[in-house]
């Protein structure tokens, strides 16, 4: 079992910026990645970003590229996700997620947090 919790959502103006955390607990020795995604209310969500637990490989969606960062504190078991220069379009429920690979789609993870909203409005 695995246990991920989110946290740092919030309002943010436009042009603003946001972190993200990602507590990670359990049994995680299985895993590789932990992935960033978002889903809005009837949309399928989106995978924003994924780091390898072990190695230097992350993955970002074109729609955050150079504005977000992705980046694992593996003393704390944390996962962030930077955001900056937040634009409306970011809105969102965001969730992180443990998977065995490295993969852009949600398909890929097995455990996920409960989410942390971001709402990005002036």
């Known amino acids: 079992q695995v246990q991920l919790v989110e946290s740092g959502g919030g309002l943010v103006q436009p042009g603003g910026s946001l972190r993200l955390s990602c507590a990670v607990s359990g049994s995680t020795w299985e895993y590789y990645a932990i992935g960033w995604f978002r889903q809005a209310p009837g949309k399928e969500r989106e995978g924003a970003s994924c780091i390898s637990l072990s190695d230097s490989s992350t993955y970002y969606a074109d729609s955050v590229k150079g504005r977000f960062t992705i980046s694992r504190d593996n003393a704390k078991n944390t996962v962030y996700l930077q955001m900056n220069s937040l634009t409306p379009e970011d809105t969102d429920a965001y969730y992180c997620?443990?998977?065995?690979?490295?993969?852009?789609?949600?398909?890929?993870?097995?455990?996920w947090g409960q989410g942390t909203q971001v709402t990005v409005s002036s």
């Open positions: 997620a443990i998977g065995r690979v490295l993969y852009r789609y949600s398909s890929g993870y097995d455990y």
